[in-house]
């Protein structure tokens, strides 16, 4: 049974960094992960990609140069270093994952395997 465990949201000031945790356990051959966030009365929409073969990585535009994805595969970890937080990042933080080439290509929907949320809060 896939599972993904987030951790490492809470609350913290603009400007301010944290970093985000996501174990993975149940299978091995994930091709893609990534992270997605949704904002209360938003959509969910997605953050940063990370290819686990190739290590290519992918983000939204609104977190450029602020966040990083990255993986640790003996760790089974992902992780997603948030600096620079505005108020505007609030939101609820999914990690997700797929072992399809073609699902990873796309988005929110195409996503098969997500983790349970972390909260993250940013304050003005």
């Known amino acids: 049974q896939v599972q993904l465990v987030e951790s490492g949201g809470g609350s913290v000031q603009a400007g301010g960094s944290l970093r985000l945790s996501c174990v993975a356990s149940?299978?091995?051959?994930?091709?893609?992960m990534g992270w997605f966030r949704q904002a209360p009365g938003k959509e969910r929409e997605g953050v940063a990609k990370i290819y686990t073969g190739s290590g290519s990585t992918i983000y939204a535009e609104s977190v450029k140069g602020r966040f990083t994805i990255s993986q640790d595969n003996a760790k089974n970890t992902l992780y997603l270093q948030m600096s620079s937080l505005k108020a505007e990042d609030t939101a609820t933080y999914y990690c997700a994952a797929d072992t399809s080439p073609q699902r990873c290509i796309g988005g929110v929907g195409d996503f098969r395997f997500w983790g349970q949320g972390t909260q993250v809060t940013v304050s003005s």
């Open positions: 149940g299978y091995s051959n994930r091709y893609c």
